[in-house]
């Protein structure tokens, strides 16, 4: 299986602030890999596809780079409703797997 | 506009079946995998398999941890997906979200469900 190693755990920042968070696969992975956003009680969303395709309605401070076995989701300047827990998946080998998940907080 | 409802969760025993649906709308549904993730309380996301379009086979892939209580299956008549799990145990309990896929980018994983949840308990 392929294993996503998703860093931080956890994050507390503020509105404005700039914020990364990263995958790392065990194998390559092209760009077979997805980041989502999910809000408590909520199901997942998806906000980069592709690796670095921002999904279409999501506004643009949100970015995704990277191939092969590292990713990063970037948030340019963080806004209230960005609080919230973030998931990558990849999506090139079975199982599909997911990173243990960011969650972001304000500080 | 693509929506995705799941339904047919809620307490069950541990030992016995439940078979959850997914109805689709607002696109070509035999045109697209259909896949189910889960989520225990409290955890992260865990991809659960899906099934392919009938173009392509109409096969499945599971998870291994599943394997040998799951099924997926569709009906491409009635724009639905199921999945069907055997033997329930209590660390089955959480919430089964379906989502679609096609090809390897802009339409994978792209919508979701809002989730049904499956609490397994005696």
């Known amino acids: 299986d392929i294993q996503m190693t998703q860093s931080p755990s956890s994050l507390s920042a503020s509105v404005g602030d700039r914020v990364t968070i990263t995958c790392r696969a065990s194998q390559g992975i092209r760009s077979d890999l997805g980041w989502y956003q999910q809000k408590p009680g909520k199901a997942p969303k998806r906000l980069i596809y592709a690796a670095s395709s921002l999904q279409s309605g999501v506004p643009s401070r949100f970015s995704g780079s990277g191939s092969g076995t590292d990713f990063t989701l970037t948030i340019s300047s963080l806004q209230p409703e960005d609080f919230a827990t973030y998931y990558c998946l990849q999506h090139n080998n079975y199982p599909y797997t997911f990173g243990q998940g960011t969650k972001l907080e304000i500080k | ?122």
Not at chain 2, 89 to 104: A, P
């Open chain 2, 1 to 122: 506009e693509v929506q995705l409802v799941e339904s047919g969760g809620g307490l069950a025993q541990p030992g016995r079946s439940l078979r959850l649906s997914c109805t689709a709308s607002g696109f070509t549904f035999g045109d697209f995998a259909m896949s189910w993730f889960r989520q225990a309380p409290g955890k992260g996301l865990e991809w659960v398999g899906f099934i392919r379009s009938k173009a392509y086979g109409g096969t499945t892939e599971y998870a291994a941890s599943l394997r040998g209580r799951i099924t997926i299956s569709r009906d491409d008549s009635r724009s639905s997906a199921y999945v069907q799990l055997n033997s329930l145990k209590t660390e089955d309990t959480g919430v089964y979200y379906c989502t679609r896929l096609r090809g390897l980018g802009t339409y994978t994983f792209d919508y979701w469900g809002q989730g049904t949840l499956i609490t397994v308990s005696s």
